[in-house]
């Protein structure tokens, strides 16, 4: 993770650096400095929140795919997309259109159906081994 970090970093400030800096000053000579100093540590506050929310879902990630299937992570990671898209527009209050609630509709019915062929394969092997 570091080394990408790095090999994304250091792009970011050769081309986007610049203009990073240029629109810092910008915001310092229309803002007076505390105002200046509010906006930065706001951004770094939010941006530390950010890796670190990110990091910690690569961890949690990590440790569940040692626990279940690859099919099953798959499975719970549709329904995390679901609920961040669906969370996206109304804390964003994006609309919702009809290709992005079919979108939704697709993958929430794809994961129910998914439950109940895994429900439907438990009970048939439980079953068998009680005749057995």
């Given at each position: 993770q570091q080394t990408g970090v790095l090999l994304l970093v250091i792009p970011m400030l050769v081309w986007e650096g610049p203009t990073m800096i240029e629109h810092w000053i910008q915001l310092a000579f229309v803002?007076?400095?505390?105002?200046?100093?509010?906006?930065?540590?706001?951004?770094?506050?939010?941006?530390?929140?950010?890796?670190?929310?990110?990091?910690?879902?690569?961890?949690?990630?990590?440790?569940?795919?040692?626990?279940?299937?690859v099919i099953h992570h798959a499975a719970l990671?549709?329904?995390r997309r679901i609920f961040a898209i669906v969370c996206t527009s109304i804390v964003f209050r994006i609309p919702i259109t009809w290709v992005s609630a079919l979108g939704i509709a697709i993958s929430f019915v794809s994961f129910m159906i998914f439950t109940y062929a895994k429900t439907m394969k438990q009970k048939n092997n439980y079953k068998n081994k009680m005749e057995a």
């Open positions: 803002h007076s400095t505390p105002t200046f100093i509010l906006i930065l540590v706001k951004y770094v506050t939010l941006a530390v929140i950010n890796g670190l929310a990110f990091s910690s879902y690569n961890l949690a990630s990590t440790y569940l795919l040692t626990r279940i299937s990671n549709c329904t």
